[in-house]
């Protein structure tokens, strides 16, 4: 029956000591604390056989291709709109003005007549008026020249996708029977 191992817990000192003086089959014929020696250094391993594998990835590649996306075209076509203008004109307007007789002798101021006028002591003369009028006119002038130009602006877009790569691992098994025995492989 096994014991726990807190049974088995010995003082190291004094196994040394037992083991450094009896000749025990333990490895090295020491005491426990030391270790095996460790190995002198040897010429690299010889490469007996040697298989190797090259892992790929995919790579994210971006062409570009001219294609229409819009047409665009000059048009006219006629809008009515209300304009207003201020012009100065020009009229005629009648105004009396009393002044003295011109100095000239009572001989040669003719006195009134009743034969010249059916009314006794009235005189009348007609003035005639004028006054500029306003001719509207609508005449077509050239206000703008418009034109179609196409540049090219360059930009930028981010494209995202997603790509495959490869990864090697390494494993080792063991060559043997089918139960996974070391050496119970094919013998020949």
Avoid at 7 to 33: E, K, Q
Avoid at 95 to 122: C, F, I, K, N, Q
Wanted: aromatic share 4%.
């Amino acid at each position: 029956m096994p014991c726990p191992p807190k049974a088995f817990a010995v003082d190291r000192a004094s196994t040394d000591a037992w083991l450094s003086h009896t000749n025990s089959p333990i490895r090295g014929h020491g005491p426990l604390s030391d270790p095996d020696p460790a190995p002198a250094p040897s010429a690299p391993p010889t490469v007996v056989d040697e298989v190797s594998l090259i892992a790929s990835r995919e790579e994210l590649a971006a062409t570009t291709e001219r294609v229409a996306v819009a047409t665009a075209r000059l048009e006219k076509f006629l809008v009515t709109e209300q304009r207003t203008i201020t012009v100065d004109v020009v009229r005629e307007e009648v105004r009396l003005v009393y002044g003295r007789p011109p100095d000239t002798t009572v001989e040669r101021v003719r006195a009134p007549s009743t034969t010249d006028h059916p009314v006794a002591g009235s005189t009348s003369d007609t003035v005639v008026l004028f006054a500029e009028g306003i001719e509207v006119t609508r005449r077509w002038v050239p206000i703008e020249t418009v034109r179609l130009a196409v540049t090219t602006v360059t930009g930028t877009e981010t494209v995202t996708g997603t790509v495959r790569a490869e990864l090697i691992d390494t494993s080792v098994a063991p060559i043997g029977n089918p139960d996974g025995e070391p050496g119970a492989g094919r013998q020949s």
